[in-house]
T-cell receptor
Framework: DQQVKQNSPSLSVQEGRISILNCDYT??????FLWYKKYPAEGPTFLIS?????DKNEDGRFTVFLNKSAKHLSLHIVPSQPGDSAVYFC????????????FGKGITLSVRP | DTGVSQDPRHKITKRGQNVTFRCDPI?????LYWYRQTLGQGPEFLTY????????KSRLLSDRFSAERPKGSFSTLEIQRTEQGDSAMYLC?????????FGSGTQLSVL
């Protein structure tokens, strides 16, 4: 049972354009969401997060949007840079429990120079 | 370097052998997690410690797997009688709250 879904396995964008990575979840108990970035042969690195009490969180080129009614979140990267090419994982957690993150399968982003 | 450290980075073993991985978390973090990742999948939760207490184990963690965190500091993950299906990247993470900090992982290959 995939509680966090990243249905698009890959995305290719031109340098300087916007990258939009989507994520859906099924468990309504999730109340905190995170995006991680992963390069090959390395562990995931935290990128940005959002609490369910917000609908937007911004950090530099990265913005995460949350639509609770649709159980959907998205990560926007603008402008995209070649160094952003990596696998991006969406993760969700129910706070106050053991903070066990549930991850999606990831999206491979390729930014073309 | 004050990040999460994992050792070894790579391990190649023959089927049936035992392997042990080590994780040194960020020193002030009381929570420690083990995850497993295979190609095309996201990290899958294996087990979780708060200080030295192992509070949750996934059903993915068969009887051949055991994890310890003596004294609430470093942790070890042992796999006995390895099988080819155990080949994966084993990730350790630590935290104080919801944001997990991951190590670089141990890539296990079982031949």
């Amino acid at each position: 049972d995939q509680q966090v879904k990243q249905n698009s396995p890959s995305l290719s964008v031109q340098e300087g354009r916007i990258s939009i990575l989507n994520c859906d979840y099924t468990n309504s108990m999730f109340d905190y969401f995170l995006w991680y970035k992963k390069y090959p042969a390395e562990g995931p690195t935290f990128l940005i997060s959002i609490s369910s009490i917000k609908d937007k969180n911004e950090d530099g080129r990265f913005t995460v949007f949350l639509n609770k009614s649709a159980k959907h979140l998205s990560l926007h990267i603008v402008p995209s840079q070649p160094g952003d090419s990596a696998v991006y994982f969406c993760a969700a957690v129910r706070t106050g429990a053991n903070s066990k993150l549930t991850f999606g399968k990831g999206i491979t982003l390729s930014v073309r120079p | 370097d004050t990040g999460v450290s994992q050792d070894p980075r790579h391990k190649i073993t023959k089927r049936g052998q035992n392997v042990t991985f080590r994780c040194d978390p960020i020193s002030e973090h009381n929570r420690l997690y083990w995850y497993r990742q295979t190609l095309g999948q996201g990290p899958e939760f294996l087990t979780y410690f708060q200080n030295e207490a192992q509070l949750e184990k996934s059903r993915l963690l068969s009887d051949r797997f055991s994890a310890e965190r003596p004294k609430g500091s470093f942790s070890t993950l042992e796999i006995q009688r390895t099988e080819q299906g155990d080949s994966a990247m084993y990730l350790c993470a630590s935290s104080l709250g919801e944001k997990l900090f991951f190590g670089s992982g141990t890539q296990l290959s079982v031949l």
